[in-house]
């Protein structure tokens, strides 16, 4: 039986995970949590102050991980999911963490803003999970320019992030993603790695 090369408008973009095509609508507030074990392998390769700042906690999946794993931790949300200290706006708050490193996965849509207000309130590091799209971009690229990562860390199998939350009924990913790290100060060449 021939196959059917056909599909649809999107089919291919959906199979490489190259946008955000999707069979259903995104989560409201782009809720995706992070598989903990992803902090493993970040741990595994870079090293961390002490004390984490993880302003986008959810439900505290990595903040848990990080705890476990000997880390002082301060989790903060904007959305009240019942872990750390909800109502807490990263990206306009005059708030600081004491200058800890920063460990999250941030909201998709505010990533740079993210990345960008970390890089302000941290006196060492930020690690960032996120797609390997985020490379893309014009207005990235201007942020690049400025601050540039000291390291990309491409996972070279793809990691879950859970619609809500919800580990047991979110299938596997179409999208790669990495940890992007940045060093305040830091202005050399990106290193690209594989975990």
Request: charged share 20%; net charge neutral.
């Amino acid at each position: 039986m021939p196959k059917d090369w056909v599909g649809n408008a999107k089919s291919t973009f959906t199979t490489l995970g190259a946008s955000s095509h999707s069979e259903g609508e995104r989560e409201t507030n782009d809720y995706y949590a992070t598989d903990p074990n992803t902090i493993n392998a970040l741990l595994a390769v870079e090293e961390f102050d002490i004390n984490i700042w993880e302003p986008a906690c959810g439900e505290g999946h990595l903040s848990k991980r990080l705890i476990e794993l000997g880390k002082t931790v301060i989790s903060t949300d904007l959305i009240d999911r019942g872990y750390g200290i909800p109502n807490s706006d990263f990206i306009n708050s005059p708030c600081a963490a004491g200058g800890a490193d920063i460990i999250t996965n941030p909201p998709y849509k505010y990533a740079q803003e993210f990345v960008e207000r970390s890089i302000e309130l941290t006196k060492n590091k930020v690690a960032m999970f996120l797609k390997l799209t985020f490379l893309e971009g014009q207005k990235r690229k201007k942020m690049f320019a400025k601050y540039p990562p000291q390291t990309v860390y491409v996972f070279s199998q793809r990691q879950k992030c859970a619609i809500n939350g919800d580990f047991e009924n979110t299938g596997s990913s179409a999208a790669a993603y990495a940890w992007f790290v940045w060093v305040r100060g830091y202005s050399g060449p990106t290193q690209i790695k594989w975990i």
